[in-house]
Structures are given as structure tokens and as C-alpha cells.
């Protein structure tokens, strides 16, 4: 294996002498995991290896041999801390003696004890900063298997179950008379769907079929993008340096792999496709709830194996969150789908839906089986793997109302064995309240965990509810300090205050109960003994930690009020002593997660006011400007509105109040919901005049003016942006005034008086070079190019939007990252580039739907559908389009709508259905309607009434007329008075 790093930081060598010990080398492999140490397996004969190392562990089960021992001896001649572990009893040998003369070298006789003593010493050396990094396996020469991504579940030998499952896997590539290419294995976290894919992977397939090659790739890796998989494919395939296929332009790479995939038999496999979805290509994808995401979703798929019985006679249609967030991702599965001598296996927790119909069944050439519980046969044997007794007549009934749950099972598989040696009768007397039939289904699940829970030690236990108190996956590091005793001088602990002795006295308990952990070895026996009962998952690649939902809810609700403040106290001491992370060291989520979790704990103990100060000071300015993390911001916001966001929020000051109201309707508002926002900023508006606070009504009404363009309401957004304008300059706010003239300039526009949006551009941009800021001349150039493209004009659209982009990578804020190479596409777009405009298109819908703003997607969306007429391909534009209409109906975006149902009319055109087009034509001028004229949406407008009347047709009949005298006097202002 080679490793794929980002500095020169080294890693940690493990000797070759485990490769013949596989059980030790899991414990070794997984004490460097526990400890974010990337561990990296000596190969024979390569001695680079140990070059580029940082460390050396150096594991002999049996005696050395000349090159194990030399493996160490060059390690050791360059001075590389080397930790050396000897099982005991081996004979006497020179290489043993200069072994056992390694400082603090140890002897062990269990894999246990190795493990305790590895991860003790490893902590001691953190000093050394090894790097936690993932690695991608060396691309070998087919038909040797390529694992690009290492696998650390279970070996596959203890595989139990599944065995219908892996019989239609096994038909599926030795059957010849289906056309089934592409099979997925959907299931939710827990059932095992990766497990049981790498088992038939590694130990089946091979049997079966005479493959030229195989290949497991893992988009669980940070690495594993869908441009990474095309290119690693490629090189497999073709016995080929990566370098050379990188060289290859991406269309080409894509043709000539799915050429090869057509044309000779490979078997790839590919693991965790959910994380190219739009619905996992959030910046918080890994907390995402699996047991919501079903119905979020619509993730069931007509004519699947294993469908779930309620869901049975239903048919549901693709829904948009199911789609691959890059569009060119989604475009090759389909095409996978249609290759000859190949099988493409995929495991995913929801069902692509760029793999289904509009009818709801799979696209031809693909199939979807769905996991749900064991079969009963199969629950009893893993029931039984674990050493457990009881009679079926007694087991059935209880997995039975449990859904056959593995996770459910192993829990209290756990519980058993750790309270009665596997005896379940003995169990059962003991634990005679234990009666999880005669109720619901989740009632039940939560009963049977609650069971298995009791038999934790006190530090596990400890362990899980400190977890459960964390709002996002938690790091191992963050872990340590909460749970583990310090290795101080006597006395100092209690001087210091006592981290642990003060959280078991907040919890109410004796410090005897749990007063932490004496060592890191105990932690990792303690987490060791949770993931083996299915209680705690371990993302090993990334070291974190985190609770399914069912686990969670029991193991927090069991906890009193008192014990539960106690945590959020411990959290919020633990946080609180961490430095803020500076806005331009801000890449991720992660970056942010000790001030979330900071922040959570502030909620958690009612201190909201605290709450929203550090909410100011640390995460509103990263996440609104660095990531854009707008979904993420709503749901910290909404913390602050225990009673609903239609009461105030729990701040002790209505300046406050109306500041959170605010912010949380702009995070609506970017985050695609402008409808919902709208009647919220317009209440902040009302709050800050009530306070006589100007410059707060003014930012209100900006961004009120902002939510009103966006659906359609131009008249009130005039005036909004208008009075915005004035009480700018009334206050002498340059800045606001920029802001307000940007607002104004994409009202006008809206309603065609583009003469007035480039004067209030122009002076705004004058106003900003004075004030020397980027990100607002960033800003005001992408307004800039999108005027020029409404109004054709092609070389100051394309030098505008360069220049927007030339601002944008000052600071690197996200939106204005995304706002700048949409236009940079649209004005591609104009100058007839139509590559150049898909590149740019496509770049800014994958960024779009990573950061949610959905106004940007929506316009990416309609760009490619433009880009798919143009090129002579109507019918892909017409599908293209159908990512616009949910979304857009949802957030109420009127304009959006207009621009798309205008590319449909055409595209109804070129395919020759103008009745369709008409149709189309006729709903586009409905929507840029608008508040009726002069009000409307110019430029759809327009765009439809050419449609018409090239088809002969009339406008619909019925439009509304607006009173606008109900709006008030008309706000009047001068946009760039001479002296001002």
C-alpha cells in the first residue's frame, strides 16, 4: 500500500513479522486507529518504507527473523522511536537479546495485553505528531483483486447470515439470461450490508466467476470522490500509471473505462455510494439520522427485493436528495447500467435515484435488493455465535418484535454474557421486568436496549452517556480528557478542581462509582466492549464515535435532570478552555466542532444568553461566510426558540431577540426556504424600530427586500430595498448603503429597468473600492455579470464574472465562491462555450448542494438544461430540468420557475410537441407574472411571450391584477445623487 498524504508528516511502521499473525495485527492496527496513528504494514524487502517513517512498532510473535530483525535495525539507526513487544516464552537468539535491549521493550502473552500496553505507549508519544491520514491500496495488475480502500470491519470468515441474500448476489453474476449490470444493496446503518458485501466480494465471487479483474473502492474515504474512482479505475483496467490517466481529459477517461467495462468482465464494487448523494453531500453528513432519512427521502424503489411490507403497492418517484450531488456521477451510473461483460455491485443506504424511473422501478440494467432484519434461522445463530443459551420458542418472540435487529440482538447478546455467562434463563430471573411484546415497535426497541444497557461496567456506562451528551460524532481526543485520570502529582487533581470528581458530583454519584479511567488502555477496553455489543459506532478512518438514534434516546432519557446538567457542565468546562479557531483556518464543520459542542452544552444547561454570545463571536461569521453552512446554522438557531419560532427567542434582551430572529430567517433564506424567512425578517424589522436601532431596521429590510425577490413579490421588495437605501445614508453607513444599492440593483433588474440596476451597481462599486473590501467587490461583480447577461452583452458578462471570481478567491467565502463561477458559466453559456459553461455549471451545482444554497443550484440546474438543448440533446435537457421543480415549488422560488419552464417550452419545441411547449410557455408566464406589471418578471416574461407567439399562441387568460395602493405611498429615491 502506498500512502496518499497531504505533507510530509510520517506515519507509524508496523513490522512485517505480524503479517503471518492476522488476530494480533487487527489489535496493533486498530490500538494505531484508536490513537489517530495511521498505520502502515512493512512489506518485505522495502526499506523506503522505514525511511519515511516516524515510528516503529515492532510485534514478534515468533522469533525474529534476519529481515524482521533487520526492519528494526534500520529503524533504529535512524534514531526512529521504536516500541517493541516480544511474546513471551520464545527461544534464546543474538536478534532476541538486541530486542529485548531496546529500551522499555515488553514481553506479552495475549493479544489483550499487547493492545493495552501498545496503546499506553502510544499516548505517551503524541509529542510526535504522527499523522492520522487515509491511505489507498497500490493499484496492482488484474486479475489480482485492487483494494483501493483498506476494509476494518470483521474478517469476512465470521460472516453470519444473509444467505438468501448472498444466493441472489451469486445468481446475479452466474446467471446469463437477466440484464441486471448494476445491483444495490440498500439498507439502514446496522444491518450489515457492507459486511455482507465484502464477504461475498473476498470469499464467493471469486469461486463463481473468471473475472480479468476486482475491484472494492470506498466513498467512506475523504479521498474517494467520483473523479478519484474514474481515474484509479482507469489504471486498473488498462495496467496503467495513474499519472498517464490523469493526463487523459475526464470525458475521454470516462468513455474508454466504461468501453472496457462493456467489453471485458470486471467485478467493482462500490461501498458507500450515499456519500456522492445530495442528501450526504452536507458539510454534516456524518450525523445525519439514519432512521429520518427513509421518509425524508422516499427511499424505496418499486419492484425491489426485500421492499418493506408497508410499503408494498405504493409506487414512489425518484426523489431529489437521492441524486448524485455531482450530475456527471449520476450521468455514469446510468451508463454503467448498460455495460456488457461487467458487474457493478453497490452498497448504499439510499437508493440513487439517477437508477430510477419517474414510475418509481429501476432504469433498465439495474436492480435494488433491500436489507432489513436476519431471517429467523439466522438471528438465533448470531444469538449463538456469542455463546448465548435459550430455546427458539423463547428467543423468536423477543427478536421478532424487534425486527430480527442485529443491532438489537448483539446489545443484548452483550448484556447476557456480561451479567450471565450466556446463560439467558438465569438472565431472565434476574430480570424479571424484561416484557418487550404486547408493544410498539419502538417502545419495544427502546425497552430491549434499555436491558442491555445494565449489565456496562460503571466506566462504560460513563462512557456511553458522555457520547449521548455530544451533539455531533466525537473525536477520540475529546474523549481522553473527559474520561480519563491525568497522570499528576497526588493531591493535584483536587487542587486543580477535578474535571472527573466535579462531573460525578454534578451527577450525583460517589467519585467511587466512576472517577475516570487510570489509563488510555482502559478507555480502549471500554469502547472496545461497546462497539462489540453494537452500542457505540467507531468511523475508524476518521476516530470518531457516535450513537444510533435508538441507543442514544435510551441511554440520555435514562439519565435524570441533575445527571444531565452534570454531563452538559463537564462538556462546557472541557470546551470552554479551547482557543476560538481563527475565521481564515476554518475549512469544515470539524474545524468548528469544539464551539458547536460548546454551544450545545450552553443550550443544554438553559444558558442562552451565553449561548448566543458565543454563537456571535465563534460560528456565525465561519459559518455564514467560510461555509456557507447554512442548514447547520438553522438548526443551532432554532435551539434558541424552545417555545417555536413563532414566539421570541429565551434572550434577556429584546436587542437580542430581534438580532437571532434575523439571523435565523437569513439562514433560512440562503438555505433555500425564502418563504419562511420573509415574515421572520420582517418582525426583526418591526423589533428594531420599536428599539429606535436604524441600522438594524435597514439590515432588516435588506434582507426582507432579498426574501421578496425571490419569490416574486417585486413591489414590496422595491420599496424595501428603497427605504433600506435611505436609512443607509441617513445614518451615513457606507457599507449598508453598498449592500442596500446591491439589492436594489437585483430588484430592478428583476422588473426590467436594468438602466437603474447599473447605476446603483456602478456607484456601489465605487463606494466598495473606497472601502477596500474583496469580498464585496466579489459580490458586486457577479450582480454586475448577471446584468450583462440578461442584456447579451457577452464580453462584459465574461469579464465581470472573471472578476468576481478574482475577488472571491481573496477570503474563500463559499457563496461568493458559488455566485461567482455560476456566472462565470452563464457567461460561457453566452458566448456560445458550451464546455466551458457545463465545466463551470457543474462545478457550481456540486458546490451549491454541498453548502445548500439553493438558489445557485436551481440556477446551475437551469444552465445545464441550456447547455443540453444547445448541444442538440432536448430530451436530456427536459430530464435535467426535473431536479428544478421540487425544490424551486418548496422554497416558492417564482423566478427559478419561469427561467425553467421557459427552457422546457423549447425544449417541447425541438422534440415536436408543441402542445407540450405551449403548455410549458403559458405556465412560465404565470410565474413571472409576479405582483402583474409593471411588476413582472421581466426577462421570463419576455423569454415566454417569444415562445407564444413563435407557436401561434396566446397568453393565458385570468392573470391577476395587484392594487398596489395597499402597499402604502411609494417609497421614492434618488439612486446616485451628485453629492452624495
Known amino acids: 500500500m502506498r500512502l496518499d498524504r497531504t505533507d510530509k508528516r510520517a506515519y507509524a511502521l508496523i513490522g512485517s513479522a505480524l503479517q503471518s499473525a492476522p488476530e494480533l495485527l487487527r489489535h496493533v492496527t486498530e490500538a494505531c486507529q484508536r490513537m489517530s ?33 533487520a526492519e528494526y535495525s534500520r529503524a533504529a539507526a535512524r534514531n526512529l522511536p521504536c516500541l517493541i513487544f516480544l511474546r513471551e516464552g520464545l527461544p534464546e537468539s543474538d536478534h532476541l537479546a538486541a530486542l529485548r535491549a531496546e529500551p522499555e521493550a515488553m514481553t506479552f502473552s495475549t493479544a489483550e495485553q499487547l493492545r493495552a500496553a501498545l496503546i499506553n505507549r502510544l499516548a505517551s508519544l503524541r509529542a510526535l505528531k504522527l499523522e492520522s491520514l487515509h491511505y489507498v491500496g497500490i493499484i496492482p495488475r488484474p486479475p489480482e483483486a485492487y483494494i483501493a480502500h483498506p476494509y476494518t470491519l470483521l474478517p469476512s470468515s465470521q460472516m453470519i447470515g444473509r444467505r438468501m441474500q448472498l444466493d441472489v448476489l451469486s445468481e446475479w453474476i452466474t446467471a446469463r439470461e437477466h440484464k441486471v449490470r448494476l445491483m444495490n444493496v440498500v439498507a439502514i446503518g446496522g444491518m450489515g450490508k457492507s459486511a455482507m458485501t465484502w464477504h461475498w466480494f473476498s470469499e464467493i465471487a471469486p469461486r463463481l466467476a473468471d473475472f480479468r479483474g476486482r475491484m472494492w473502492w470506498s466513498f467512506y474515504e475523504s479521498d ?30 470516462e468513455r474508454e473505462l466504461l468501453e472496457i467495462l462493456d467489453r471485458e468482465p470486471f467485478l467493482i464494487v462500490l461501498d458507500g455510494l450515499e456519500r456522492i448523494l445530495i442528501a450526504y453531500a452536507r458539510m454534516d453528513a456524518a450525523r445525519l439520522d439514519d432512521d429520518s432519512l427513509d421518509e425524508e427521502t422516499a427511499n424505496v424503489v418499486a419492484g425491489a427485493l426485500g421492499i418493506p411490507k408497508e410499503a408494498q403497492g405504493t409506487i414512489f418517484t425518484p426523489n431529489r436528495l437521492r441524486k448524485t450531488a455531482d450530475p456527471r456521477a449520476g450521468a455514469f451510473l446510468r451508463k454503467l447500467a448498460n455495460v456488457g461483460a461487467s458487474r457493478i455491485l453497490i452498497s448504499t443506504r439510499l437508493y440513487p435515484a439517477d437508477l430510477q424511473h419517474s414510475s418509481g422501478y429501476p432504469i433498465l440494467g439495474s436492480f435494488a435488493m ?59 430471573r434476574a ?63 483536587a487542587q486543580q478542581g477535578g474535571l472527573r470528581t466535579a462531573l460525578s458530583n454534578l451527577l450525583g454519584k460517589r467519585p467511587a462509582a466512576f472517577s475516570g479511567f487510570v489509563s488510555e488502555a482502559e478507555l480502549d477496553a471500554a469502547l472496545t466492549d461497546l462497539e462489540a455489543r453494537g452500542l457505540l459506532g467507531w468511523d475508524k478512518r476518521a476516530n470518531r ?68 454570545a458565543l454563537y456571535d463571536a465563534r460560528l456565525h461569521l465561519p459559518m455564514l461566510r467560510r461555509l456557507s453552512a447554512n442548514l447547520q446554522r438553522a438548526e443551532l438557531l432554532e435551539q ?25 430567517a437569513l439562514a433560512y433564506q440562503m438555505s433555500g426556504r425564502p418563504t419562511r424567512a420573509a415574515p421572520l425578517f420582517l418582525r426583526a424589522v418591526n423589533m428594531a424600530e420599536y428599539e ?110 472573471e472578476q468576481a471570481w478574482h475577488f472571491a478567491q481573496t477570503l474563500h467565502y463559499e457563496a461568493d465562491l458559488v455566485r461567482a463561477r455560476r456566472f462565470q458559466g452563464e457567461a460561457a453559456l453566452l458566448a456560445g462555450d458550451l464546455s466551458a459553461a ?57 423566478l427559478a420557475q419561469a427561467d425553467a419552464l421557459n427552457v422546457l417550452a423549447r425544449a417541447e419545441i425541438a422534440i415536436e410537441r408543441p402542445e407540450a411547449a405551449v403548455q410549458a410557455a403559458q405556465a412560465a408566464v404565470q410565474m413571472a407574472w409576479c405582483m402583474s406589471e409593471p411588476y413582472t418578471y421581466a426577462r421570463g416574461m419576455a423569454q415566454a411571450r417569444q415562445t407564444l407567439e413563435k407557436l401561434g399562441a396566446d397568453l393565458p387568460e385570468g392573470l391577476p391584477a395587484v392594487d398596489f395602493a395597499q402597499f402604502g405611498a411609494p417609497v421614492q429615491v434618488e439612486i446616485d445623487p451628485p453629492h452624495g
Open 37 to 69: 496513528i495511521a498505520p502502515h504494514i512493512a512489506q518485505p524487502n522495502m526499506p523506503r518504507q522505514i525511511d519515511e517513517a516516524g515510528l516503529f512498532i515492532g510485534v514478534y510473535p515468533q522469533s525474529p527473523t534476519p529481515e524482521s530483525f
Open 224 to 253: 474517494a470522490y467520483f473523479e478519484n474512482f474514474v481515474i484509479r479505475a482507469l489504471a486498473y483496467v488498462t495496467d496503467s500509471p495513474e499519472e498517464e490517466i490523469r493526463e487523459i481529459s475526464a470525458t475521454e477517461r
Open 370 to 428: 433491500f436489507l432489513s432484519g436476519l431471517e429467523d434461522d439466522e438471528a438465533l445463530a448470531l444469538w449463538r455465535a456469542y455463546g448465548c443459551s435459550g430455546t427458539e420458542a423463547e428467543l423468536l418472540p423477543i427478536f421478532n418484535a424487534v425486527q430480527n435487529y442485529p443491532l438489537l440482538i448483539r446489545a443484548l447478546a452483550g448484556a447476557v454474557i456480561a451479567s450471565a455467562g450466556g446463560d439467558f434463563a438465569a438472565w431472565r
Open 431 to 493: 430480570n424479571s421486568g424484561f416484557a418487550p411484546l404486547r408493544q410498539s415497535a419502538e417502545a419495544v426497541r427502546a425497552h430491549v436496549m434499555s436491558y442491555a444497557l445494565r449489565s456496562l461496567s460503571p466506566g462504560a456506562r460513563r462512557t456511553l452517556e458522555t457520547v449521548a451528551a455530544f451533539r455531533m460524532p466525537t473525536f477520540y481526543a475529546s474523549l481522553v480528557p473527559l474520561l480519563v485520570k491525568p497522570a499528576e502529582p497526588q493531591g493535584q487533581e
Open 545 to 612: 464515535y457516535d450513537l444510533h438514534p435508538i441507543v442514544r434516546g435510551v441511554v440520555w432519557n435514562a439519565l435524570d435532570e441533575q445527571a444531565q446538567q452534570g454531563l452538559y457542565a463537564a462538556l462546557n468546562a472541557h470546551f470552554s478552555a479551547m482557543p476560538a479557531v481563527r475565521l481564515e483556518d476554518v475549512r469544515s464543520l470539524d474545524d468548528l466542532t469544539p464551539s458547536i459542542e460548546l454551544y450545545n452544552t450552553l443550550i443544554g444547561m438553559g444558558k442562552y444568553d451565553e449561548a448566543f
Open 640 to 664: 434558541l426558540f424552545p417555545d417555536g419560532i413563532e414566539r421570541a427567542p429565551r434572550l434577556s434582551t429584546k436587542i437580542a431577540q430581534a438580532r437571532a430572529i434575523n439571523d435565523l
Open 692 to 801: 429606535g436601532i436604524p441600522r438594524n431596521v435597514a439590515i432588516g429590510l435588506m434582507n426582507f427586500a432579498e426574501s421578496l425577490r425571490q419569490v416574486g413579490d417585486l413591489f414590496p421588495a422595491a420599496m424595501s430595498a428603497n427605504r433600506a437605501l435611505l436609512i443607509a445614508r441617513a445614518i451615513n453607513n457606507v457599507s449598508d448603503e453598498v449592500t442596500a444599492l446591491g439589492i436594489l440593483a437585483l430588484t430592478r433588474m428583476a422588473y426590467g429597468a436594468y438602466a437603474d440596476a447599473e447605476v446603483a451597481l456602478q456607484r456601489a462599486i465605487r463606494l466598495q473600492t473606497s472601502l477596500n473590501h474583496p469580498q464585496g467587490q466579489s459580490v458586486l461583480h457577479a450582480f454586475m455579470a448577471q446584468l450583462a447577461v440578461w442584456r447579451g452583452e457577452v464580453a462584459r458578462a465574461q469579464q465581470y464574472a
Open 838 to 894: 457545463e465545466a463551470a455549471l457543474i462545478e457550481t451545482l456540486t458546490r451549491a448542494r454541498a453548502a445548500s444554497l439553493v438558489e445557485h443550484e436551481l440556477g446551475a440546474v437551469i444552465g445545464l438544461a441550456e447547455v443540453r438543448l444547445r448541444s442538440g440533446q432536448p430530451e436530456q435537457a427536459r430530464t435535467t430540468l426535473e431536479d428544478v421543480w421540487e425544490a424551486a415549488e418548496r422554497g416558492g422560488f417564482r
